[in-house]
């Protein structure tokens, strides 16, 4: 499984949180408002950010998803309503990713 050394979720207003579980990004992403925590950044903890995913907040309260992995030459950029559903596919591409990296 992930560990925390390897990646960690930054929100607009400040909140850290290192190797973030299903349920804490599920809570991060409940807590994105209009007013002043729009995004979430993920990426990783140390060295060259190779690959980093993004949650924003958009005015008609759906979140877009943009996940970029420079290895993989993978790209995404989705768009969800359901928080759970956010967390599910953001677990599973992080999972490629930190597998990625890990030496």
Same mark, same amino acid.
């Given at each position: 499984?992930?560990?925390? +050394?390897?990646?960690?979720?930054?929100?607009?207003?400040?909140? $850290? !949180?290192? @190797?973030?579980s299903h349920v804490a990004l599920v809570v991060l992403i409940?807590?994105?408002? $209009?007013?002043?925590?729009?995004?979430?950044?993920?990426?990783?903890?140390?060295?060259?950010p190779g690959w980093h995913a993004s949650v924003s907040l +958009?005015?008609? /309260? #759906?979140?877009? !998803? !943009? &996940?970029?992995?420079? =290895?993989?030459? /993978? $790209? +995404?950029? *989705? *768009?969800?309503?359901?928080?759970? +559903?956010?967390?599910?596919?953001?677990?599973?591409? =992080?999972?490629? &990713?930190?597998? @990625? #990296?890990?030496?």
């Open positions: 499984m992930m560990a925390a +050394r390897h990646y960690f979720a930054r929100t607009e207003d400040g909140y $850290h !949180v290192d @190797d973030p409940n807590e994105l408002n $209009h007013v002043d925590n729009t995004f979430i950044t993920i990426q990783p903890a140390i060295g060259d +958009r005015e008609d /309260d #759906t979140y877009e !998803v !943009v &996940c970029r992995d420079d =290895l993989r030459q /993978d $790209h +995404r950029i *989705s *768009s969800l309503t359901d928080p759970g +559903r956010v967390a599910d596919d953001l677990s599973s591409w =992080l999972a490629g &990713c930190v597998a @990625d #990296t890990t030496p």
